[in-house]
């Protein structure tokens, strides 16, 4: 079946280093991926996004690009922050009828001023 | 513009007991999605309603039901509770033909089975 498989947290950083966190996903048809991201205490927010083959998603600094060929979609910053400190979700999603995201376990990342 | 809403913010109930959750979906929304994240875990889809109906469903058993309702806003109702409900309960809310099926998620309800 589809799922998606992230690195084993947590990541622990210095402010302004850089950031990459690996996504992998297996699946049978050519889903939409997404990084998602949850602070403490709260819900998930949509970060970026990608929809197809090549696609590169950006937001607030961070970028990912679909790779069809490694099936991967890793997560990279170039320079964090503290308030970047949070849980990172990788997820992916079909369209149509089967319009429901199957999440990685989640990645937390731990930014040290 | 309100985003999604959900209800209550924590709950605690006993083994064996019964819970309501409510979720109000982002305005221009039309699809409601659940979601179980258990602690230090990834959110699992529990299932999705569209038009009042459910249109497809996670691997969950069916003490787990839901309902939608004509304003679009939804309710899950979990019956016989067991300590391992015990999770953060998360809504998402979509529009049909939006772009690229995105979908908004709730700040979720922290319920806790005792």
């Known amino acids: 079946g589809d799922s998606v498989t992230q690195m084993e947290g947590p990541v622990t950083l210095s402010e302004e280093a850089f950031l990459t966190i690996n996504c992998t996903y297996t699946?049978?048809?050519?889903?939409?991926l997404f990084w998602y991201v949850q602070y403490p205490g709260e819900g998930l927010q949509l970060l970026l996004k990608?929809?197809?083959?090549?696609d590169k998603g950006s937001n607030k600094g961070f970028e990912a690009t679909y790779r069809k060929e490694t099936t991967s979609f890793h997560l990279e910053k170039g320079s964090v922050q503290v308030s970047d400190s949070a849980v990172y979700f990788c997820?992916?999603?079909?369209?149509?009828?089967?319009?429901?995201?199957?999440f990685g376990t989640g990645t937390l990342l731990a930014v040290q001023p | 513009d309100a985003g999604v809403t959900q209800s209550p913010t924590h709950l605690i109930k006993t083994r064996g007991q019964q819970v309501t959750l409510r979720c109000s979906p982002k305005?221009?929304?039309?699809?409601v999605s659940w979601y179980q994240q258990a602690l230090g875990q990834g959110p699992q889809f529990i299932f999705q309603?569209?038009?009042?109906?459910?249109?497809q469903r996670g691997n969950f058993p069916d003490r787990f039901s839901g309902h939608q309702f004509p304003n679009y806003s939804s309710e899950l109702n979990v019956n016989a509770l067991l300590l391992g409900d015990s999770a953060l309960y998360l809504c998402?809310?979509?529009?049909?033909?939006?772009?690229?099926?995105?979908?908004?998620f709730g700040p979720g309800t922290r319920l806790t089975v005792t």
């Open positions: 998402a809310s979509s529009h049909e033909f939006g772009l690229v099926y995105e979908q908004y």
């Open positions: 699946a049978t048809g050519y889903p939409s």
């Open positions: 990608a929809t197809k083959a090549d």
């Open positions: 997820a992916l999603l079909y369209g149509g009828a089967t319009n429901k995201l199957i």
């Open positions: 305005s221009g929304h039309d699809t």
């Open positions: 309603y569209y038009e009042e109906e459910e249109r």
